[in-house]
């Protein structure tokens, strides 16, 4: 699977941003995917996650009532819908797909074998 991340760019605080993901591979439906950002010289984390169905989502609770993330299958593509972006939310967010559900659960990012080449998100006050 190779993932293609866009959707980022700067926007003022308490505006909205929506990330999309497109993957490649015919077995995008059966991927469970995630979305995480990696702040400057900051560590990776997990912003949010979806099953291969899209029947069940997890977020961080950093970005938790703020965000929606989804799937269309038709389209293989993933996206990340947010809101009421803050300063704190700059970042490089990646795009990731595990191929074997989610080993270690939804935010361990060691779980997921593929990655995009992450889109960047900046929030100006």
């Known amino acids: 699977v190779q993932l293609q991340a866009c959707g980022g760019g700067l926007v003022q605080a308490g505006g909205s941003l929506r990330l999309s993901c497109a993957a490649s591979?015919?077995?995008?439906?059966?991927?469970?995917m995630g979305w995480f950002r990696q702040a400057p010289g900051k560590e990776r984390e997990f912003v949010a996650a979806?099953?291969?169905?899209?029947?069940?989502?997890y977020y961080a609770d950093s970005v938790k009532d703020r965000s929606t993330i989804s799937k269309d299958n038709t389209k293989n593509t993933v996206y990340l819908q947010m809101n009421s972006l803050k300063p704190e939310d700059t970042a490089v967010y990646y795009c990731?797909?595990?191929?074997?559900?989610?080993?270690?659960?939804?935010?361990?990012?060691?779980?997921?074998?593929?990655w995009g080449q992450g889109t960047l998100v900046t929030v100006s006050s």
């Open positions: 990731a797909a595990g191929s074997s559900g989610w080993y270690g659960g939804p935010s361990y990012r060691y779980g997921y074998n593929y």
């Open positions: 591979g015919n077995t995008f439906s059966r991927n469970v």
């Open positions: 979806i099953s291969w169905s899209g029947g069940s989502t």
